[in-house]
């Protein structure tokens, strides 16, 4: 596994953790290249950690916002990813805002998105969550992964079942990547991604520019999960 893991003490130390990694990202993305391409990931995971983005210095006209997925419901829909971020506060500051225009529906949508993304990739940082089943953006377990930089999703097992998702040679498209996971509810989902399951999430992250930035119980339980069971092999 290529990936690295970090652990921090709580959800809130997660996100004190990201903040400091994508500030650091910034800096030198805007130091080198002038700017700092970053794709926000969607879901709850990641909100408080935009939440103390919004609040920090930065150099932010320098900064452009995308989106690695997006719920295919009304722009002012609080099911909407862009709808969850607007409200952190986080793209005001920013100097461009890039949300995939999921209200014309998943394939008019990823035509659109695919050519606004393609003249921004290589992403400076690409932020990911992860979902109880393995999924990241919406890539999920069982379904099928198009070799395409943006595509419609119609059948989503978590609501809404339309998306649209940036593809996972896209998403690995990146200089750096951080996954952040906190909740003991996906201890079986990272239990799984630690075993070799290719997990979406798991065949994102395995590139040497990923690090995931997990809470310390979710892994100690994941860790004491695959002992148990290799216990019962025994
Ligand atoms: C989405 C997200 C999705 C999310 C995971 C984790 O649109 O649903 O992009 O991939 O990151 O489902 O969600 P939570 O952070 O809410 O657990």
Excluded at 6 to 29: F, K, N, P, S
Excluded at 74 to 80: F, M
Excluded at 169 to 180: D, K, V
Excluded at 187 to 204: F, K, S, Y
Aim: glycine share 8%.
């Amino acid at each position: 596994m290529l990936t690295d893991w970090q652990t921090e003490v709580d959800a809130a130390a997660v996100a004190d953790a990201a903040c400091r990694l994508i500030g650091i990202a910034a800096r030198d993305a805007i130091a080198e290249r002038g700017r700092f391409r970053l794709v926000l990931a969607g879901g709850s995971t990641p909100m408080a950690t935009y939440r103390r983005l919004a609040a920090s210095d930065q150099n932010w006209k320098r900064w452009s916002l995308y989106y690695g997925d997006e719920r295919c419901v009304p722009a002012d829909d609080p099911q909407r990813n862009s709808w969850a971020v607007i409200a952190t506060g986080l793209p005001e500051k920013a100097g461009k805002h890039f949300p995939i225009p999921a209200e014309l529906g998943a394939k008019a949508a990823a035509t659109e998105y695919r050519a606004r993304i393609k003249p921004a990739m290589p992403f400076d940082m690409v932020l990911l969550g992860m979902g109880e089943d393995g999924h990241t953006a919406s890539l999920f377990p069982g379904q099928d992964w198009p070799d395409k930089t943006v595509f419609a999703v119609k059948n989503a097992p978590k609501p809404p079942a339309e998306r649209v998702t940036l593809g996972i040679n896209a998403l690995q498209n990146c200089r750096s990547m951080l996954i952040l996971v906190t909740g003991e509810h996906k201890t079986h989902a990272v239990q799984q991604w630690r075993a070799g399951v290719e997990l979406p999430v798991a065949r994102v992250g395995d590139i040497g520019q990923a690090r995931v930035v997990i809470e310390r119980k979710c892994l100690e339980l994941a860790t004491d999960q695959a002992s148990n069971s290799a216990v019962a092999i025994d």
